[in-house]
């Protein structure tokens, strides 16, 4: 076994017995290439990526090309997940070289870290070709490549990016037509294949249809709602969401299962069925939510990261089906219903004629479909299963956080809750160490490396959530302690934030990205939990705080939307106020007055309840019963109407 046998990360594991002499990513590595006067082999990926398996059973498990790697490199094998500023890092470099980027990454660099060529995947044949030639070039044009790698670095810049436009109505309404341009009014979604789910642009059209009233925005929501979840890349069977679609029309999944796509599009598919009342989102956030609970929870009560793709090393293969399987599972008349019901077909949709389960309409016998349901979810768990990266990534975990509690909130999920409120629990127990949060955890351990901007965000927010679905003080003041480190250590000087601490490993360059990409950015998500606690708190500090990061971003969001959907969504709450609610007392009265209050859809909207002046809830100080009854306050800036007593007046002032 190789230096990675000690390593928490599930992927670095699985790479432990390769023949390749990995390292862990380590200031030893690069000691190490200097002392052999040898390049560093920098591979990147993460436990569920298809492709990095591949790579890895072609040329890693490989004798033959582990002894030219072992000879002419010193290999440093990277977990993107648990070193996203090292990911971050280099895939700047990657697409700066290349023009495109992924995973699994092939970076060659200097004992500096300085990278002078980069690459994806590469099949064997072509990576040993690869590996002896820079061998070569190493010997024989050290000079060129010491220059080009000091030159790449130069170019990735390090400063802190300037401000940009700030965001105002306009740049919405930009955003939101551009994203109407590019929308696919046939099949949902934006762009062409592979298709992804656009959870933070709809999460903005939705907040910018409550702000403007703009029906287009609310019709590309529902449209691309509806296609995704009826499609294969909704798992019709356990729930939750694939990463994408190979293809345009959301039909054959690529199959792993993030945990971050699932938070994010159960916020979504909450927020809209609180929006219009579908019960087609509500049904999909309560079995997305399920999922969740049941195949991503960690014994110690938080979420995996993912489930992978490969099934024993065929991708889908849990998943999909035949009319023959459907027929033995179901017996032959029903089977022959549920193939048309899912377009199984003899054909096939996927490989070797099997098919992937689609819902193209709502079956005219919910019960029959419901029953047949159950018996092929209960079929499929008998069938190998995919693995699963059981590593707790902490930003993740919050936006999973987010998201359960949502969907209690609005829902009325009350496991939902209590599933959000463990996990909390477990960040704070395991990921805070001496006041600072550590990126992972396994098996109730803390991993060793430091938090980035993106965890003390997600969970900053998270906490905040929480505070509202609880009236728990201790969260508030949770998310306030996450957002001091935030502004203490992260700040660039210029009104924006870095993605690493200030005292956090020194890289070749010090990571900076205020753009979205699968997940918030750092700089997104810090914005939108400055903001949410600002409206919690009325602190003007945090809300300054929120407005000059989103400043980075918005000449991006205007042409370029798809890059900044969280940050428009969280602009579009500093827009609209937010609007602060307080519900103060108890009783049949005050929940009615509760339901009300959280029913309001204005972007960014914030409801707390309670006893009038509790201990550590700014927003239920100086909010007294009306003659001795339940009263709620409604605020824009701590400014309040007059408190509304019954739920009519409530209605009218929202």
Known sequence: ???????????????????????????????????????????????????????????????????????????????????????????????????????PMTVFATPDGEPFYCGTYYPRP??????LAVAKAWRDQREGITEQGRAVVEALGGDALPAGRPFDPQVLDAAAAQLAKEFDGVRGGFGSAPKFPPSMNAEFLLRHHARTGDHQALAIVERTCEAMARGGIYDQLGGGF???????SWIVPHFEKMLYDNALLLRLYTQLARATGSLFARRIAAETATFLRRDLRTAEGGFASALDADTEGEEGLTYVWTPAQLADVLGEKDGEWAARLLTVTAQGTFEHGTSVLQLLRDPEDDGRWAAIRVRLLA???????????????????????????????YLGEPESLAAAERAAELL?????????????????????????????????????????????????RRSGELLDVVLARFGDGAGGFYDTADDAERLVRRPQDPTDNATPSGSSAAAGALL?????????????????ALAKVGGIAARHPRAAGWACAVAEASLAGPLQIAVAGDGPDAERL?????????????????????????????RPLVDGRPAAYVCRGFVCDRPATTVEELSASL
């Not at 690069?30 to 790579?55: I, K, N, Q, T």
């Not at 509760?594 to 309840?609: D, M, Q, S, W, Y």
């Open 594 to 622: 509760l339901r009300v209050a959280r029913a309001a859809t204005a972007p960014g909207t914030v409801v707390v309840a309670g006893q009038p002046g509790a201990d550590g809830v700014p927003l239920l100080a100086d």
């Open 428 to 476: 704070f127990e395991i990921h805070l160490v001496d006041g600072r949060l550590r990126r992972t955890s396994r098996d109730g351990t803390a991993g060793p490396n430091a938090g980035v901007l993106e965890d003390y965000g997600c969970v900053a927010e998270a906490c905040a959530v929480l505070h509202q679905a609880t009236g728990d003080p201790r969260w508030l």
């Open 1 to 103: 076994m190789n230096r990675l046998r000690g390593a928490t990360s599930p992927y670095l594991l699985q790479h432990a017995e390769n023949p390749v002499d990995w390292w862990p990513w380590s200031p030893e590595a690069f000691e190490e290439a200097r002392r052999r006067d040898v390049p560093v082999l920098l591979s990147v990926g993460y436990a569920a990526c298809h492709w990095c398996h591949v790579m890895a059973h072609e040329s890693f498990e490989d004798p033959e090309t582990a002894a030219i790697v072992n000879e002419h490199t010193v290999p440093v094998k990277v977990d993107r997940e648990e070193r996203p500023d090292v990911d971050a890092v280099y895939m700047s470099a990657t697409q700066a070289m290349t023009g495109q980027g992924g995973w």
């Open 242 to 248: 694939a990463r994408y679609s190979v293809d345009a």
């Open 126 to 131: 072509h990576f040993q070709q690869l590996v």
């Open 532 to 548: 949410m606690y600002s409206a919690l708190t009325g602190s003007t500090r945090h809300r300054e705080a929120a407005d000059a």
């Open 379 to 409: 079929a499929r768990a008998e069938r190998p299963q995919p693995g699963r990266d059981d590593k707790v990534v902490a930003a993740w975990n919050g936006l999973a956080i987010s998201a359960l509690a949502e969907h209690a909130i």
